[in-house]
């Protein structure tokens, strides 16, 4: 009798003489089993397409059995998810796709598709499958959110702004300056998560339940079939590493925490305290019971998204680290179930700081002003001292400083330092009395010359960030030949497994 009509007995096979305790449907196979019909349906139609084409052409099962078996798995999709009824009592999704295949073309010939393989691999596949197509969503989010910085850094070339340490005024810089600076070390985030998409992107079909099978399969064909890059090699680690799972959370982590100090810095920027920029009405939130509150609600919704993956690898990588080598729940399952939500929550804060960045008010007058009266210049007017005078930073940092002191106790801003402050501070610190004229102290508190005066690679002057600019769409254009190329494969090999369909149809 079969076990799944026997009375009384498991639906997944005779080794288990009771159905599963209530307790195990109720909190493991039912939840799991839903989520799994979401997020795998259309990957294990995949993958079960490409199992059976690859055992008729090896002669493990006949072009019959394939055609027929090819036949329901159609069906099947053409029902789509919302149409494969699900058994909690089957304990996962695929016990319940292969009954749904069974049903269609009896227990003899359904029974054939799982030849020569495991769910441990075939889990392992899904798994790597999913993580692919995550990662290529990040990749191009990130781009989108790439370009729109790079976009706006043009039009901000000559925004000139204080730059802060400490969050204390220290030296003008531009927008676009900022925003080149922020551009770069989302590529170099990009960059990690490629990496764990080199890692993912290799199949592990074939690999069976840990140490392959005795059936003569040809994994290249499978994975060629699916659109891996290549197979992975060890058929151990092909079902007990998650690895690349958690270098995509830790790149994802790494990319929130370059979002979310963007994000701080703009929150800091908004208030009315620093009034620096604004944002659209349609971006921007109010409160139930102050009138006259506009909320920056975008910034606090990255800032919080964006906690979300370094919560998820710490919970990974803790799931995994005392499990053995090899394929366990606790490490390929449970560890993992936070990963799909906050990788989500990163594609959508890059979605987010892509708003962001396109509808930033920037009150350009402001900031110059700011950068005229805040002494944010005066390393510049130190830097003029050592050249004018020939002594050493040192002694005119000293000089500057003192400066300031006396400006600042009397209430002044940078505006009121000229050259006969300069020189009778000079004169007391130093012991001597240089010369010097107010258009040399003038030009060195000048914000705009302090910018253009920093002209050497990598500096804000406009030449320099237009260069950023420039190169960052070169590199921009790399990563998108990166992820075309990834998707051609993925788009070529679909094509293939059609056609091999097609043909062992043909062949019955």
Known sequence: MSADTGSGGSKVGERLSERPAAEVVQYLYAPRMAEERDSSFWHMTA????HVVMLAQEGIVTPQAAAAILDALDDIAAQGPAGLELDPEREDLYFNYEHAVSGRVGPDTGGRMHTGRSRNDLGATLTRLRCRDVLLGLMDAAVELREALLARAGEHLETV???YTHLQPAQPITLGHYLTAVEEALGRDT?????????????????AALAGTGFPINRDTTAEL????????????????RDYLLEALAAAAIMGVTLSRFAQDLYVWYSAEFGAVDFPDRAAGTSSIMPQKKNPILLEHIKGRTAHAPGAFVSAIAGIRNTNFTNVIDANREALRPAWGALEELRVSLALSVLVVRTLIVRDALLLDRCRTNF????????????LWGISFRQAHEVVGGVV?????GGGTAAA???DLVREVSAEILGMRYDLDNAAVALALDPVNNVRARGHYGGPAPDQVSRMVTEGRARLDETRSLLDGVRRRMAGAEGALAVAAARIRAAD
Request: charged share 20%; with cysteine; net charge neutral.
């Open 191 to 207: 960059e990690r998560l490629a990496a764990a998409l080199r890692h993912a992107d290799l199949c592990p079909l074939g690999a």
């Open 417 to 419: 330092i000229d050259a």
């Open 226 to 241: 699916l659109g891996f890059s290549a197979v992975l090699p060890n058929t151990l680690d092909c079902v007990a590493s």
């Open 161 to 163: 702004m204080p730059g």
């Open 405 to 409: 002191r006396r400006v600042m106790a």
């Open 47 to 50: 993958t079960n397409r490409a």
């Open 376 to 387: 944010s210049t005066v390393t510049e007017l130190a830097d003029t001292l050592v050249r």
